[in-house]
């Protein structure tokens, strides 16, 4: 298999993974709030709460973000479809079409979010034509609402379905315990 056959495998199957979506902020050096679409992000550590998400070395706030000491990341809710559009789009002022505001650390906070995690920056990693960021967070705020999630260049709720019982549905393991 040539390289180019094991990208696009490598892209179908990370499309079938779904992902819940955020979206990361921060401030450039004259205090302007700068943000983008991520749903490369997980969790790292309970002792210190570490995070981490990547971002492509191509886009254009890359710079910024590697430079930054601090950042933000919003776990969008159920209903911000359209939060998520607006961070991956381009040429847009995306802060002017949206609610946000300054948080006590500086950070620009998106109003509406699951949850969001204000982090410094605890260490970058090189990996291929991304950076991987890991944050330490300082400040935490979650609200008891459903995530948007990423499917098959798709993205939505989860389905009320999803948590109904069903006598033929296997039960769900308890992680944990191990």
């Known amino acids: 298999m040539d390289n180019s056959e094991n990208v696009q495998s490598f892209k179908q199957v990370m499309g079938n993974y779904p992902t819940g979506v955020t979206v990361v902020t921060t401030v450039d050096e004259h205090g302007v709030p700068l943000g983008l679409t991520v749903n490369s ?15 492509d070395k191509r886009v254009s706030t890359y710079p910024t973000f590697i430079k930054t000491d601090k950042f933000a990341v919003h776990v969008l809710s159920g209903d911000q479809g359209d939060i998520c559009s607006l961070f991956a789009s ?6 002017k079409n949206c609610e946000w505001s300054f948080s006590e650390h500086n950070l620009p906070i998106i109003t509406g979010a699951a949850g969001v995690m204000q982090c410094k920056t605890f260490k970058t990693i ?53």
């Open 41 to 55: 992000f997980a969790s790292v550590s309970l002792d210190p709460l570490l995070i981490l998400w990547s971002i």
């Open 90 to 95: 381009k040429d847009v002022d995306r802060f």
């Open 126 to 178: 090189e990996a291929g034509d991304h950076t991987i960021l890991i944050g330490e967070i300082v400040d935490i705020q979650a609200d008891n609402k459903e995530p948007l999630l990423y499917h098959k260049r798709k993205f939505g709720s989860i389905p009320e379905e999803f948590y109904m019982e069903d006598q033929n549905k296997p039960s769900t393991p308890d992680f944990s315990k191990l």
